[in-house]
């Protein structure tokens, strides 16, 4: 099974605020960009992944993701990180309604293609699934196959909310790329540890990290 990957991505200006205590206000912005630019050459290069589907406003993100290879479906709702999801979902599977689709944090600049295709191979056996992030608190994916719906439940906590849901969470190991966001500085260290992609590694350098 091939999927479609549905990627939100918030207007750069406004992302990763939470990076603040790492990163300056006037750094965010490129390094939030380098997450989804490493996140989306990772997951287009996932032998499971047929394509790949940003959901962005952002003209700069737009720009360099299309130039990988995504998609780029404008944020219509303009009404957060579900409604953008659910957006996108609808987007792609408009012409198809049988097309597996799978929602993908921005925010996995570690991710391992290799990875990838092994929680989605696990994913493909359940109506609806999910993958835990490493804080085992969020979600970093979340695949629906044919013929279920996404409903995405995002945001703090979103690993209750999606059990609640229906989907099934899947208890994979060695899948630490998958699991890994970037939210805080203690999050990008862990991520750096397991290996980033090219232009995060190239954006992380330009910072002073305590403790790397």
Do not use: Y
């Not at 997450?35 to 700069?60: G, H, K």
């Not at 979902?89 to 799978?102: K, L, M, S």
């Amino acid at each position: 099974m091939q999927w479609t990957l549905v990627v939100p991505l918030k207007p750069l200006a406004h992302a990763k605020s939470r990076l603040s205590d790492t990163a300056g206000d006037a750094v965010r912005p490129g390094l939030a960009l380098a997450f989804a630019q490493d996140t989306v050459a990772a997951a287009l290069s996932c032998p499971a992944v047929r394509d790949v589907a940003v959901v962005t406003d952002d003209r700069l993100a737009g720009r360099e993701l299309a130039t990988l290879g995504a998609r780029i479906v404008p944020d219509t709702p303009g009404a957060g990180l579900n409604a953008a999801l659910a957006h996108g979902e609808a987007v792609i599977r408009t012409p198809r309604r049988d097309r597996p689709v799978a929602a993908l944090n921005a925010d996995l600049p570690a991710l391992r293609p290799a990875e990838l295709a092994r929680v989605l191979e696990a994913a493909a056996e359940f109506p609806r699934a999910f993958l835990a992030d490493a804080a085992a608190m969020g979600t970093t994916l979340l695949a629906a196959a044919p013929g279920a719906e996404l409903l995405p439940a995002f945001g703090t906590g979103s690993r209750s909310r999606h059990r609640a849901s229906g989907a099934e969470e899947l208890a994979l190991d060695a899948v630490d790329s998958v699991r890994q966001d970037v939210d805080t500085g203690e999050d990008l260290r862990a991520a750096l540890a397991l290996g980033v992609g090219p232009r995060t590694a190239a954006a992380a350098a330009r910072l002073l990290m305590p403790g790397q």
